[in-house]
Nanobody, 121 residues
């Protein structure tokens, strides 16, 4: 059974930075497609970034150039470095693995519990 646990969320001012972590237990982490999604109040969950098993990364247009997804296979940990944060980045951020469809679709088999990111103006 694969288990994911996010951390690193918090309150930050506009223009600030946060780094989210997602520790994965169970399975062959280095072979997984991993992704970050977010869900703001009253909105649908949306794709943020994904990283493939050869470290090829993909980003939503809204975060491109500001966010960086990375992984440390030795630590079974996925990261999301978020810079130049905006109030519209406020959401609960989830990590996910084992996509059942395209990487940008929210059809992943395993999800973390989420971590809150709040950006004040």
């Amino acid at each position: 059974q694969v288990h994911l646990g996010e951390s690193g969320g918090g309150l930050v001012q506009r223009g600030g930075s946060l780094k989210l972590s997602c520790v994965v237990s169970g399975g062959a982490f280095s072979m997984y497609v991993m992704a970050w999604f977010r869900q703001a109040p009253g909105k649908e969950r949306e794709f943020v970034a994904a990283i493939m098993w050869k470290d090829m990364a993909y980003y939503a247009d809204s975060v491109k150039g500001r966010f960086t997804i990375s992984r440390d296979n030795a630590k079974n940990t996925l990261y999301l470095q978020m810079n130049s944060l905006k109030p519209e980045d406020t959401a609960v951020y989830y990590c996910a693995t084992d996509p059942l469809g395209n990487y940008y679709e929210g059809t992943y088999d395993y999800w973390g519990q989420g971590t809150q990111v709040t950006v004040s103006s």
